[in-house]
């Protein structure tokens, strides 16, 4: 019902990601992650495994932290750092110069 509304109003779509405390991720959501890993991949000229996992890492820590503050509250600071996914390099070796001898 829901979902055709969306369709019929907003000429789009609605999936919901349904995450589990510790990380697990539905069906629906597993393929979103998928999907943008792909595009993020393409655009960026990397590995696609290391995209997924890199997004799946900074989803799960994003997960534990968000329990973590519903569970105890937030405790000092808080930190407002968001990072582009501009500014993100996937692989584990930096890229190196031409003058840079390996």
């Given at each position: 019902?829901?979902?055709?509304?969306?369709?019929?109003?907003?000429?789009?779509?609605?999936?919901?990601?349904?995450?589990?405390?510790?990380?697990?991720?539905?069906?629906l959501?597993?393929?979103?992650?998928k999907?943008?890993?792909?595009?993020?991949?393409?655009?960026?000229?990397?590995?696609?495994?290391?995209?997924?996992?890199?997004?799946?890492?900074?989803?799960?820590?994003?997960l534990?932290?968000?329990?973590?503050?519903?569970?105890?509250?937030?405790?000092?600071?808080?930190?407002?750092?968001?990072?582009s996914?501009?500014?993100?390099?996937?692989?584990?070796?930096?890229?190196?110069?031409?003058?840079?001898?390996?």
């Amino acid at each position: 019902a829901y979902e055709q509304r969306v369709l019929d109003s907003e000429k789009g779509s609605f999936i919901p990601l349904i995450f589990t405390t510790s990380g697990g991720a539905g069906p629906l959501c597993s393929t979103f992650i998928k999907r943008i890993s792909s595009k993020i991949s393409e655009d960026k000229n990397e590995s696609l495994s290391l995209v997924t996992n890199h997004i799946r890492t900074r989803l799960r820590f994003a997960l534990l932290k968000s329990t973590l503050i519903a569970l105890r509250g937030v405790r000092g600071k808080v930190n407002h750092l968001y990072t582009s996914t501009h500014d993100i390099s996937f692989n584990l070796i930096p890229k190196l110069n031409n003058y840079e001898v390996p």
